[in-house]
């Protein structure tokens, strides 16, 4: 008999298959990688020897370890985190625009292959919309619904309080970390409108305008939230 794990595992690489098509009707590039190993010597093949590389907030990438080996690679790298000010992180996040490469994640996956992260200041949004030459995404299966809408839902009532808290206890003077969200305090959404608010910009994806531009990197592991 199967574990749990193997059965998790087949059940990944089945769906995966599905919405990787679905991806590829939309001319993104898709690929499916087992696990977190694969994913991250699947995203440096990606990348160009020499070439800038950027990236926004993301727990998939530094869960996968990829952030460091970029950091340690040829590449030249705008890396927010190194900013002694917030007018020069603000700096560092606008120059990223401008990348070869940038790195991120979706906060999920509609298995129809609509992309969809919500953003607080809006640097990840705009990068994945325009700018970098090219988008390299990794998104664990854990983030694929069945629809769109899904997505919207699973965004805003699963991902946003859980980034609200790890944000919040943050030890980063440059971070916009919330204090006072409803989902903060109580681990639901409010859709709020207060200041603090983590969910200023939510976007779909639904169609690669420039085909091959943006790549999307399946794992069949528990990535990020």
């Known amino acids: 008999m199967q574990t749990k794990e193997d059965s998790i595992k087949a059940r990944n690489r089945l769906l995966a298959s599905k919405v990787m098509k679905n991806l590829q009707s939309r001319k993104f590039e898709a690929y499916y990688c087992d696990n977190a190993i694969e994913a991250a010597e699947k995203a440096l093949s990606l990348i160009p020897e020499h070439s800038s590389v950027s990236w926004g907030g993301s727990v998939t990438l530094e869960e996968?370890?990829?952030?460091?080996?970029?950091?340690?690679?040829?590449?030249?790298?705008?890396?927010?985190?190194?900013?002694?000010?917030?007018?020069?992180?603000?700096?560092?996040?606008?120059?990223?625009?401008?990348?070869?490469?940038?790195?991120?994640?979706?906060?999920?996956?509609?298995?129809?292959?609509?992309?969809?992260?919500?953003?607080?200041?809006?640097?990840?949004?705009?990068?994945?919309?325009?700018?970098?030459?090219?988008?390299?995404?990794?998104?664990?299966?854990?983030?694929?619904?069945?629809?769109?809408?899904?997505?919207?839902?699973?965004?805003?009532?699963?991902?946003?309080?859980?980034?609200?808290?790890?944000l919040s206890s943050s030890s980063s003077p440059f971070l916009h970390s919330p204090q006072k969200t409803p989902c903060l305090i109580n681990g639901a959404c409010a859709d709020c409108k207060s200041e603090d608010c983590i969910c200023s910009y939510i976007v779909e994806t639904r169609m690669c305008k420039t085909a091959g531009r943006i790549k999307v990197i399946l794992v069949g592991e528990s990535l990020g939230f």
Do not use: W
């Open 64 to 166: 996968i370890g990829l952030l460091d080996r970029v950091r340690q690679g040829s590449h030249t790298v705008t890396d927010r985190d190194t900013a002694q000010t917030m007018e020069e992180r603000y700096d560092l996040m606008r120059q990223s625009l401008l990348c070869d490469t940038y790195l991120t994640s979706f906060n999920v996956v509609s298995e129809d292959g609509i992309l969809v992260n919500i953003d607080s200041v809006g640097n990840r949004v705009a990068a994945i919309t325009f700018g970098p030459r090219s988008v390299v995404a990794v998104v664990g299966m854990n983030k694929v619904c069945k629809t769109a809408e899904d997505a919207v839902i699973r965004a805003r009532t699963y991902a946003a309080p859980i980034n609200a808290n790890r």
